[in-house]
Nanobody
Framework: QVQLVESGGGLVQAGGSLRLSCAAS????????MAWFRQAPGKEREFVAA????????YYGDSVRGRFTISRDNAKNTVYLQMNSLRSEDTAVYYC????????????????????WGQGTQVTVSS
């Protein structure tokens, strides 16, 4: 089972940028579909971004498309989420997730299920 640890969250002003990292251990990210989700207080968990284990294709939630970028560094066994033009509504706990099982339907990247989750990192955007 892969273990995931997120980092890079913090407090940033609206319009600013942050880069989140998800470090994996006990498995190689190149073998997993990787994703980012977020959850704001009182709201349901929301899909943010995902990419298959093969890399290349990426998927984004409608609210972040064009502002956020998911990427991976297989040599560092780490997945990143670059967040630009941040808004107050981006405030949430961000979670990294991994899935080993093959995905046959691209919609599954957005809905899951994912097998492994990190503990989350808080992102707060002040307006």
């Amino acid at each position: 089972q892969v273990q995931l640890v997120e980092s890079g969250g913090g407090l940033v002003q609206a319009g600013g940028s942050l880069r989140l990292s998800c470090a994996a251990s006990g498995g190689t990210v190149s073998s997993y579909a990787m994703a980012w989700f977020r959850q704001a207080p009182g709201k349901e968990r929301e899909f943010v971004a995902a990419m298959p284990w093969t890399g290349g294709l990426t998927y984004y939630g409608d609210s972040v498309r064009g502002r956020f970028t998911i990427s991976r560094d297989n040599a560092k066994n780490t997945v990143y989420l670059q967040m630009n033009s941040l808004r107050s509504e981006d405030t949430a706990v961000y979670y990294c997730a991994a899935r080993k099982r093959t995905i046959y339907n691209s919609n599954t990247y957005k809905t899951g299920p994912y097998d492994n989750w990190g503990q989350g990192t808080q992102v707060t955007v002040s307006s």
